[in-house]
């Protein structure tokens, strides 16, 4: 064999296989993007990532990891040659043929080391920045329009938004990758080997006839059979998988409420409670694994018989014309390499159902997640305006998620000095209220003017962000450029003075500080931003009446001409606030009076 003539043809054989790639696999991915499920939701998730529109780069490496791809191919069609050279000299006891042929190893392996590494970094830098934009992508679309709330109502269609966004993403990315290289290896190493088997492969006589290059069609037909069986062996995998990953989010997510809650659970002694649900998610994890279990022996055990059968084929077809001298050892060695490789070829569906079941569980759950956040800023929110710093309602009604009226046709004006308390039993749509005009309830109608760009709600619980209580004190601005002693002034003024030596601290202030230094330190956000309208909901609750007296003396005092708005039930705060808004529940119904 003139190994010269080879390597040149090599190049040509690049070139041809490259364009031929490029043209079929465009007709593919536009017939899978235009008529599968899972291919439209690839579409959907990734066509703005290869757009030229935004940048060339990410095609290019696309066409640089097919490059690389139709080398592999081209080095192992290269290296099942090199075996019929070596084991031909060797036969003919030809020493200098053999030692030509391990100086050609040696180039041919140091060509496959450089082309393999470099393959390694091109296609997992390919896959971190395609995990950088999808995260991007999903994470704004989530965070924009409150989508990461609204969406709550919408559970069913996207559970556990922190694993889509964090390990679906990756795993898409990656398998996406490896998928898309081991179909193009697999369908271009099946014809660049089916060329070689056809060459070393001699007629086979089958009932009195005569077949010509039968091993051929033999391995396609042996192949194309067991490939249908794995497929409905292994079909129920893709369900499988799907729940395998649902129901490890949900155990995981009951875990994690346990420690966000651990104090409650801990006062109410509801360890068993809380032991029994834990055990019952994970028995269904558990459950779902071992139907994984079972389904997998059968398909496995069905992929090794059929791989290990296929082993003995090349050499008992070849072994009559061996001995007749009819080939060389070198053709019978490389007859068998040849066969195995088109037998993995063909068999690569068979080979990787189960990680293209994964795949596909993974396409859907992200694809739910994007469906849920479209459903989530498709919501109408109730129409809000600003008018200077006016904060009214004008003819709003309040709904429940089931339409029901909590609030029918509340129409009011809150004036700076007159700060109006709501309040009414449980359940007649306070909190809710507050939700209307935050502008995150959609479930109702009406007109809200009020200061979008100087408004600040305090919940009942505060939120306080991971780092520097500093930070914690500024949320949700930057603790930039802040006057020396400014905010340990403000600790003072919300008898939070004890602290003052640990604003620069980072921890979990959330489990340091107590409900009601929480809700101080809420009121210290309150004396920084300054907002012309502040919204209470039961936020001194936690306060004792002197310390709640205090908090608001000190609001209305820092504050006069900031609109507020209170939700509570202590009769204490009527002396803080100059009207009172009663809600009557039920039926809707609602009035308004001044307080004397």
């Known amino acids: 064999m003139q190994w010269q003539e080879v390597l040149i043809e090599s190049g040509l054989w690049l070139a041809k296989a490259y364009a031929l790639t490029l043209v079929v696999g465009a007709i593919v991915v536009w017939g899978l993007t235009r008529f599968t499920r899972w291919g439209r939701q690839f579409r959907r998730l990734s066509a703005g990532y290869f757009s030229l529109r935004r940048s060339w780069k990410p095609l290019a490496g696309v066409a640089l990891i097919l490059l690389l791809t139709l080398a592999a191919v081209r080095l192992d069609v ?44 091109v296609q997992q830098a390919f896959v971190v920045h395609w995990r950088e934009w999808l995260n991007e992508q999903l994470l704004s679309r989530w965070m924009q329009g409150q989508a990461y709330y609204r969406s709550q109502s919408l559970s069913h269609l996207a559970d556990n938004p922190d694993q889509r966004i ?44 005569e077949i010509p290059r039968a091993m051929v069609f033999l391995v396609f037909i042996y192949v194309f059979v067991a490939t249908l069986l794995a497929i409905w062996i292994g079909k129920p995998l893709i369900r499988l998988n799907f729940l395998n990953e649902k129901l490890n989010a949900d155990y995981r997510y009951a875990l994690v409420r346990v420690r966000e809650y651990a104090e409650s659970i ?81 068999s690569f569906f068979r080979n990787i159902y189960d990680s293209f079941a994964t795949y596909r569980a993974t396409l859907e759950r992200l694809a739910g997640f994007d469906d849920a956040i479209d459903a989530a800023r498709a919501m109408e929110l109730p129409h809000t305006r600003q008018d200077g710093g006016r904060l009214a309602l004008l003819g709003v009604t309040v709904n429940r998620p089931d339409g ?18 709501v309040r009414g039993p449980s359940g007649s749509g306070k909190t809710t209220l507050l939700r209307m005009i935050a502008g995150i309830w959609p479930h109702g109608s009406g007109e809200i003017i009020r200061p979008d760009s100087s408004a600040l709600f305090l919940a009942q619980k505060p939120y306080l962000p991971l780092g520097t209580l500093r930070q914690a004190l500024h949320y949700p601005q930057p603790a930039d450029a802040v006057p020396p002693g400014q905010d340990e002034a403000i ?55 002197g310390l709640e007296d205090a908090m608001y ?29 009663s809600l009557q529940g039920e039926s809707g119904g609602w009035t308004l009076k001044p307080i004397e």
């Open 78 to 121: 290269l290296f099942s040659n090199w075996y019929n050279t070596m084991y031909s000299a060797l036969q003919a006891l030809d020493e200098p043929g053999f030692w030509a042929a391990m100086l050609l190893f040696s180039l041919l392996a140091a060509v496959h080391v450089v082309r393999s590494l470099f393959d390694f970094y």
């Open 166 to 209: 964090q390990q679906d993403i990756t795993s898409f990315a990656q398998n996406s990758m490896t998928l898309a290289v081991g179909l193009i290896n697999a369908l271009v190493s099946t014809i660049a080997f089916t060329v070689i088997l056809w060459n070393l492969s001699g007629p086979m006589t089958v009932l009195g006839h």
């Open 266 to 346: 801990a006062f109410y002694r509801g360890e068993r409670v809380e032991g029994r649900t834990l055990r019952s998610g994970f028995a269904q994890v558990i459950g779902n694994a071992w139907d994984i279990i079972h389904r997998s022996l059968k398909f496995l055990g069905f992929n090794f018989v059929v791989t290990q059968t296929a082993v003995v084929f090349p050499f008992i077809l070849q072994a009559a014309r061996f001995f007749s001298k009819q080939i060389s050892l070198g053709d019978l060695i490389q007859t068998a390499q040849a066969f195995g490789r088109l037998q993995d070829n063909l």
């Open 404 to 421: 029901h009226a909590l609030i029918r046709d509340l129409s009011l004006e809150v004036s700076p000095g007159q700060p109006l308390l």
């Open 491 to 545: 600790l003072d003024r919300v008898q939070l003075g004890h602290l003052r030596d640990r604003l620069d601290v980072e921890d979990d202030w959330s489990r340091i500080l107590s409900l009601g230094e929480q809700q101080r330190l809420a009121f210290g956000r309150l004396l920084i931003a300054r907002p012309q309208a502040a919204f209470l909901d039961e936020a001194t609750s936690a306060m004792d009446e």
């Open 553 to 581: 003396r000190l609001l209305l005092e820092q504050l006069p001409e900031a609109r507020i708005i209170s939700v509570g039930h202590r009769g204490t705060l009527r002396r803080h606030h100059g009207f009172e808004l």
